[in-house]
């Protein structure tokens, strides 16, 4: 798979900054003026993306209450998949729109689709990635179809197997398209962090040698940054104006003074971050200067020996190394010696 990426003119890459996704999912609460406020407010926030979800409750399950269509616990308990996403879903006729207004704003916007016809929407209004999402990617013919499209593709695992993710990244590469990026996910709303196990995130790099990145479901910012750590290049969490307002999935979504705020330490973190090297900067290297050296402590005549009470080693750092304490014990001072003066080789016999 590829290791340079990119979503507009955005690069996506071990040595790049993370790419980080603002998901809107449910949280417009069926109203457009909200939709675009919520982009609106993410303006400054520093993100790369907004991200939509493209189905409609008929184009993702069918309107049934078998019992296997019916929810259980958790925040959505009591509804069918269908009533759900009757809620939840974004109005076709608001998503160029709202593409064009996040361009606009100097943010890109793509979607996740959940069907072949969201595939072929998405192609007529210009979305320029596509998000599979957790449940789709046992979903073959939908994502052979995206895969055709030749555009990036990020891929959240929240349910995938092992064989899941190698055949779905098997499809991609069949179809030409090696424009791959995977996500650590676990498909929990809210997740408890013990079972977001991010370890996995270099072993994904490894095993499946593309890029990384994390889908989180988590409250708070500690997933995320744990994830930046081990290399995760892709950032998704939700998004919405306040929680308070409620809505499908306002319980694990952040507000956006937390989005901002998470961004801003993720470019902190990856500052921190820096390379692998045993080099030093150039701030540490002038901050040597403070280091320990051998210096004079006290006033030396020439001819006089150099002992441990008149040498010592002591900070600044401008004199002999200390590794030399031994050998200059003994040694004869051919000129005087002041208090306070840097031990050099040239002082002494």
Same mark, same amino acid.
């Given at each position: ?227 930046? %750590? +081990? &290399?995760?290049?892709?950032? $998704?969490?939700?998004?919405?104006? /306040?929680? #308070?307002?409620? =809505? ?23 500052? %921190? +971050? &820096?390379?692998?090297?045993? $080099?030093?900067?150039?701030?540490? /290297?002038? #901050?040597?200067? =403070? ?25 600044? &750092? ?32």
């Amino acid at each position: 798979m590829n290791k340079e990426i990119y979503i507009g003119d955005r690069l996506i890459s071990d040595n790049a900054p993370a790419y980080i996704i603002a998901e809107m999912s449910a949280n417009h609460l069926m109203d457009f003026d909200r939709a675009k406020k919520i982009i609106y407010e993410l303006r400054d926030c520093g993100i790369d993306a907004v991200k939509l979800q493209t189905y409609t409750a008929d184009t993702i399950t069918i309107d049934c209450d078998n019992e296997e269509f019916q929810l259980h616990g958790g925040l959505w308990d009591g509804e069918t998949l269908y009533s759900l996403y009757q809620k939840a879903y974004t109005p076709w006729e608001w998503q160029g729109e709202l593409v064009e207004y996040a361009n606009d704003l100097g943010l890109t916007c793509f979607s996740s689709p959940f069907d072949l016809t969201a595939v072929d929407f998405m192609e007529e209004i210009g979305m320029p990635a596509y998000k599979v999402a957790s449940y789709e990617i046992n979903d073959i013919p939908l994502i052979r179809k995206i895969a055709r499209k030749g555009k990036p593709i990020i891929i959240s695992t929240g349910t995938a197997y092992l064989e899941d993710i190698e055949r779905a990244l098997r499809v991609c590469k069949e179809e030409g398209n090696d424009n791959v990026i995977l996500l650590k996910c676990t498909s929990a709303y809210p997740c408890p962090y013990e079972d977001m196990n991010i370890n996995v995130i270099p072993l994904m790099h490894r095993t499946f040698d593309c890029m990384v990145g994390l889908s989180d479901h988590t409250l708070g910012n500690e997933v995320v940054l744990g994830s930046i %750590a +081990l &290399g995760a290049r892709v950032i $998704e969490k939700h998004v919405t104006l /306040k929680r #308070a307002d409620g =809505g499908p999935d306002a319980a694990f979504s952040m507000e956006i003074e937390e989005f901002k705020d998470m961004v801003r330490q993720i470019r902190n973190l990856e500052k %921190a +971050l &820096g390379r692998a090297t045993f $080099e030093l900067t150039e701030k540490q /290297k002038f #901050a040597r200067y =403070g280091t320990r050296s051998l210096y004079v402590v006290k006033d030396i005549k020439a001819g006089e020996k150099i002992t441990s009470d008149n040498v010592r080693s002591i900070r600044p &750092g401008l004199g002999l190394h200390t590794m030399y304490y031994e050998d200059v014990l003994g040694k004869v001072a051919i000129k005087n010696l002041k208090k306070g003066t840097p031990l050099s080789w040239n002082m002494m016999e």
